[in-house]
């Protein structure tokens, strides 16, 4: 694998955002959710670790194995999977955003 895998970033937040309505929550944080994606495909990381290209499909699929909540709950249940089996996908995670009260 070469170092190019940071142009790979053809993950378009606006159809990711739309496609994570499917797990409810707000626009606010779907789009948030959406940029973490969007950032983590740009990095290249998720690529070089696993051998695949972040996509919006795989992302949805990604989420819907996890056992409930927002996008948010899923995007971090995910990161955390990912944390536990490649190391240093933390700064990934969703925190805040617009709304959440935190």
Not at 18 to 39: H, I, K, Y
Request: charged share 25%; aromatic share 10%; proline share 3%.
């Amino acid at each position: 694998m070469t170092d190019d895998t940071a142009s790979d970033g053809v993950l378009d937040p606006g159809e990711l955002a739309a496609a994570l309505a499917r797990f409810g929550g707000t626009e606010s944080e779907r789009r948030t959710v959406a940029r973490q994606a969007v950032d983590l495909a740009d990095s290249g990381r998720y690529r070089s670790d696993s051998g695949r290209r972040l996509t919006v499909d795989l992302v949805v699929d990604e989420l819907a194995d996890a056992a409930g909540g927002s996008p948010a709950d899923r995007w971090n249940w995910w990161i955390g999977v990912l944390s536990f089996a490649y190391g240093g996908y933390e700064a990934f995670a969703v925190g805040r955003y617009p709304g959440s009260g935190e």
